[in-house]
Nanobody
Framework: QVQLDESGGGLVQAGGSLRLSCAASGRTFSSYAMGWFRQAPGKEREFVAAISRSGGSTYYADSLKGRFTISRDNAKNTVYLQMNSLKPEDTAVYYC?????????????????WGQGTQVTVSS
């Protein structure tokens, strides 16, 4: 098992930027593909971005390409989500997720380790 702890959320004006961090502890971090998901009130949890174990491959929701960037630092056991040009519709709780010894994936059901989430609110 790996424990995940997100941070970096907050309130930002439209057009602004935030960087989310997810610190992992427990098993070897580099054994996990990592993903970011988000859930807005009244909506299902949706895929945002994912990154392979080495960090060499990244994947994004089509609607977010060009604004969001996922990265990881295996030496620091941390995965990041840089969010630029934020819009009010990006408001959600953002979750970090880990998938053991597998490739990056897009579905909630493919991940079995989750953080508690961090709130991102974008004001218009």
């Amino acid at each position: 098992q790996v424990q995940l702890d997100e941070s970096g959320g907050g309130l930002v004006q439209a057009g602004g930027s935030l960087r989310l961090s997810c610190a992992a502890s427990g098993r070897t971090f580099s054994s996990y593909a990592m993903g970011w998901f988000r859930q807005a009130p009244g909506k299902e949890r949706e895929f945002v971005a994912a990154i392979s174990r080495s960090g060499g491959s990244t994947y994004y929701a089509d609607s977010l390409k060009g604004r969001f960037t996922i990265s990881r630092d295996n030496a620091k056991n941390t995965v990041y989500l840089q969010m630029n040009s934020l819009k009010p519709e990006d408001t959600a709780v953002y979750y970090c997720a880990a998938r053991y010894y597998s490739g990056a994936a897009y579905s909630v059901d493919d991940y079995n380790n989750w953080g508690q989430g961090t709130q991102v609110t974008v004001s218009s």
